[in-house]
């Protein structure tokens, strides 16, 4: 869509999402500093969520490297891509991560496209912002058709040159048409084609958008106006026309180290832990348990990308986050993305135990059992306000957001406000390694 009027007339609906909610720890809760003891009714969560994922031993598996990825799609992405942090953003097989804005009729083929042609011009929406990316898919458009990605987007946007950046697919349209960001700059070159698939990229580093089409650059732009945009959601449109979309990958920009490789410096382990950590082959060794290596800075909003691998059969660990800082009478009080790669009756899609790589433990369960024991995968947090999402090996395993009270706890109840990272060594056979830990912090608010 490529006119501010137009825009204005879309009627944008907020999708009502499904979210998961419990109560619970695998480890005693404090009764002070911001918590209550555990009550009568959070008990009850407790045993129905055990209950919930009790399963028959002899079909239990715990990630043997043999099984296939039953019920998982087709992974898109190189080890490569996947180790330098790429991520599907469709799946190929739903629209898990994504929402529309209104009735327009989004679906998925047979053949795992996107696709929409009928209904008001509208939106599909991912359901996390992203801040600084590199976005490539693949678009067909019908003749005559006007489409768009848009980029930094709000929820609703009214107007193209303040509420996001639309990098506008529209061959017919001789200002600000295919290649433009609409109403802020005109493509670099003229790049057409209608019904045929186009493969697009784009990057978005600050103020700075480049982008190129089949692979010949057409936007170089730097924003450095009152209306520029430092985050927002990432969006597919239908104004006119058939519109497809396929392949679409983002590749989370400006994320920086958080270990060096060479020494725990920036972290240390929380008094009364019995895990030792140590760094090897530029990883960081978890052994025994249970303990707690916690990073001395926080982060509220952000991007943790990391590497990690279990180097047993059926091992638990996790990934806490917004944390209140550990002491050896309460460890772990936050966020957990839970890290145990077991699955039942040979069906990845059948978490176990605590609910799978890439869960929220006692929260929610992990769409799929990715990854395999004894093998590197990639895993990627999105945290930013009450929404938390996770990727593992490049597919979305989690999309949440915590509709519970506000609570300085995130055991007890929503967290937005900053807390540290931690690495959990859960119990004496913990073996597990991580390596590549980065973080990207979203900028301010527009």
């Known amino acids: 869509m490529d006119r501010a009027a137009s825009l204005s007339l879309l009627s944008f609906l907020a999708l009502s999402l499904c979210c998961l909610s419990g109560c619970g720890s695998e480890f005693p809760e404090p009764s002070s500093s911001g918590s209550t003891a555990t009550t009568s009714d959070e008990r009850a969560v407790d045993i129905s969520e055990q209950t919930s994922t009790t399963t028959d031993k002899a079909t239990e598996h715990k990630g043997p490297t043999a099984l296939p990825l039953n019920g998982v799609p087709k992974l898109l992405l190189s080890d490569e891509e996947l180790r330098d942090g790429w991520i599907q953003l469709f799946d190929g097989q739903t629209l898990s991560g994504w929402t529309p804005n209104n009735d327009v009729d989004w679906h998925v083929t047979d053949d795992g496209v996107i696709e929409a042609s009928q209904g008001e011009p509208g939106l599909l929406l991912t359901t996390v912002p992203f801040a600084d990316f590199e976005l490539r898919c693949e678009y067909w458009v019908a003749e005559d058709g006007n489409s768009g990605i848009f980029l930094r987007c709000v929820p609703e946007p009214t107007n193209p040159t303040k509420d996001c950046y639309e990098f506008n697919i529209f061959d017919s349209r001789d200002q600000f048409g295919t290649g433009s960001l609409v109403g802020r700059a005109e493509p670099s070159a003229k790049s ?5 698939w186009r493969t697009c990229t ?52 400006s994320t920086a180290s958080i270990f060096n490789g060479k020494d725990l410096s920036g972290w240390h382990a929380v008094a009364g832990s019995k895990s030792e950590f140590k760094v090897a082959d530029e990883a960081i060794s978890v052994s025994n348990g249970p303990g707690f290596l916690e990073s001395n800075n926080a982060w509220s909003d952000f991007v943790l990308q990391f ?34 790669n077991v699955f039942a009756n040979d069906d990845r899609t059948q978490p176990k135990d605590n609910a799978g790589t890439g869960a929220i433990f006692r929260r929610t369960r992990a769409r799929w059992v990715v990854p395999n024991d004894h093998e590197w995968f990639t895993m990627t947090l999105i945290a930013h306000g009450p929404r938390i999402a996770a990727w593992v090996n490049g597919f979305q395993v989690t999309d949440w957001e915590d509709n519970r009270s ?31 830990l980065r973080v990207a912090e979203y900028p301010a608010a527009n």
């Open 192 to 196: 057409l084609g209608e019904e045929r």
């Open 202 to 253: 784009i990057k978005v580093e600050g103020n700075h958008f480049t982008a190129s089409l089949d692979g010949d650059a057409v936007l170089d732009f730097k924003d450095d106006t009152e209306n520029f945009r430092a985050n927002g959601r990432i969006g597919l449109q239908k104004n006119a026309g058939l519109v497809k979309f396929r392949n679409v990958f983002v590749k989370p920009l």
């Open 307 to 340: 590497e990690a691998k279990t180097n047993g059969d059926g091992l638990n660990s996790g990934v806490f986050f917004r944390l209140i800082p550990g002491s050896e009478e309460t460890p772990s009080n936050g966020y957990e993305l839970q890290i145990e």
């Open 406 to 436: 506000a609570d300085p706890n995130p055991r007890r109840g929503s967290k937005i406000e900053a807390g540290p990272i931690s690495l959990q060594g859960h119990d004496p056979t913990t073996n597990l390694s991580f390596r590549n």
